[in-house]
């Protein structure tokens, strides 16, 4: 077997072995918040976390760096491919929900829950489940509208 030949089947092997992984990934943290939230309400808020990415990506009271994640985060949701096809059960729209929760959580820790509640342009329970999906749902989201934060 030719040298390109081993190379090219041990970077495609690769890429299999990383996309499976995060496919069990995925499928472990769709299985751990799977009790806790409504996927399919997660995903009929699509519209506004879009808008609400594009509003922080927007505002210059966003740190930069901040605003470059959520750049990414609106071309990763706007790419007609996904790292997991839509397709696939529960996991191809999860998937996309992770990464959103991801961004997010890094957006509300540099940017502060402020400018999130600010550029939030749905209802006060869209925004809580999008909170818990990110990790700051009962007790973070509880503590600051309990201080009067607001």
């Keep these: 077997m030719p040298d390109w030949l081993i190379i090219v089947l041990g970077i495609v092997g690769g890429i299999v072995l990383l996309w499976v992984v ?3 990934v995925l499928w472990i943290q769709q299985r751990r918040a799977g009790s806790d939230v409504d ?3 997660i995903l009929r808020l699509v519209p506004d976390v ?3 990415v594009k509003r922080l990506a ?6 930069r760096a901040t605003r470059w994640w959520l750049i990414g985060l609106l071309g990763y949701l706007l790419m007609p491919i996904d790292l997991v096809p839509d397709f696939i059960p529960v996991l191809g729209y999860a998937d996309d929900a992770l990464i959103v929760a991801v961004v997010l959580r890094f957006a509300i820790r540099h940017a502060g829950m402020d400018a999130i509640e600010r550029h939030w342009p ?5 925004l809580r489940s999008v909170l818990t999906v990110a990790g700051y749902g ?4 509880e503590s600051h509208s309990a201080r009067g934060d607001r």
């Design 22 to 24: 995060l496919l069990v």
């Design 58 to 63: 927007s505002d210059p009271t966003v740190p």
């Design 138 to 141: 009962r007790d973070e989201g």
């Design 50 to 52: 879009i808008r609400l």
């Design 122 to 126: 749905g209802t006060p329970a869209g």
């Design 39 to 41: 996927w399919r309400s």
